[in-house]
C-alpha cells in the first residue's frame, strides 16, 4: 500500500464566529476533498463540510473522539493546518495522459536515446503551468514537446531538453 501523504488544501483563516474556516484546496475538485479520509501532520482525521465556496466547517478526530470546531478562537487555532491524504486512498487517473505529481518524483529522466539524465525530484506548480526539476537543478516544463513519454510501471520518463536550456557544468 501507498503510504505517500499528498497535500491537499491547507485552512485558513476563520469565517464568521460559528467555526468556519477559509479552505484552500489544491485538487481539481475542491467540493471532492471532503470525501477523502483526510489527516493533519500529526495523523489526527480530519473532516469536512462545505459550507460555501472555499468555506467549511471542520471536525477533527475520529468516531466518539471527533470534535467539531464550535467558535471562532477554535477555528483560529487551525489557521495553516495541512490537510493530507494518502496516496492510495485518491483514485486513479481517469485519463492515461493524467497524472499526480506525486507519481512523477523519483521517475528516471532519460533522453530520446535512452541516456541517464538523473531523476525527476519535483514538480512545480506556480500557476502558469507546471514544470519539473531534475536532480541536476535542471527546471523544465512539463509539456508533451519536453516529456513525450511516461512510463510509471517501469520508473521512468524520456525529457526531450529544450535548446534554449543550458546545462551547468
Not at 479552505?23 to 493533519?40: F, K, W
Not at 485518491?90 to 506525486?102: K, M, N, S, T
Amino acid at each position: 500500500m501507498d503510504d505517500r501523504l499528498i497535500l491537499m488544501g491547507v485552512i485558513g483563516r476563520p469565517h464568521g464566529v460559528r467555526g468556519a474556516v477559509h479552505v484552500t484546496t489544491y485538487s481539481p475538485d475542491p467540493e471532492g476533498l471532503a470525501e477523502l479520509p483526510l489527516r493533519d501532520e500529526r495523523g489526527r482525521r480530519v473532516g469536512l463540510a462545505w459550507t460555501g465556496a472555499g468555506i467549511a466547517r471542520v471536525t477533527i478526530g475520529e468516531g466518539d473522539e471527533a470534535a467539531a470546531i464550535a467558535d471562532r478562537d477554535a477555528a483560529a487555532k487551525l489557521t495553516n493546518l495541512r490537510l493530507y491524504v494518502r496516496r492510495a486512498d485518491l483514485p486513479p487517473p481517469e485519463d492515461e495522459d493524467e497524472f499526480y505529481f506525486a507519481d512523477l518524483i523519483g521517475l528516471h529522466a532519460v533522453g530520446p536515446d535512452g541516456a541517464a539524465l538523473g531523476t525527476i525530484r519535483a514538480v512545480h506548480d506556480f500557476g502558469a503551468g507546471a514544470s519539473i526539476e531534475l536532480s541536476d537543478g535542471s527546471l523544465l516544463p512539463f509539456t508533451r514537446a519536453v516529456v513525450p513519454e511516461i512510463d510509471l510501471p517501469g520508473g521512468r520518463a524520456v525529457v526531450v531538453r529544450p535548446v534554449e536550456v543550458e546545462m551547468r557544468e
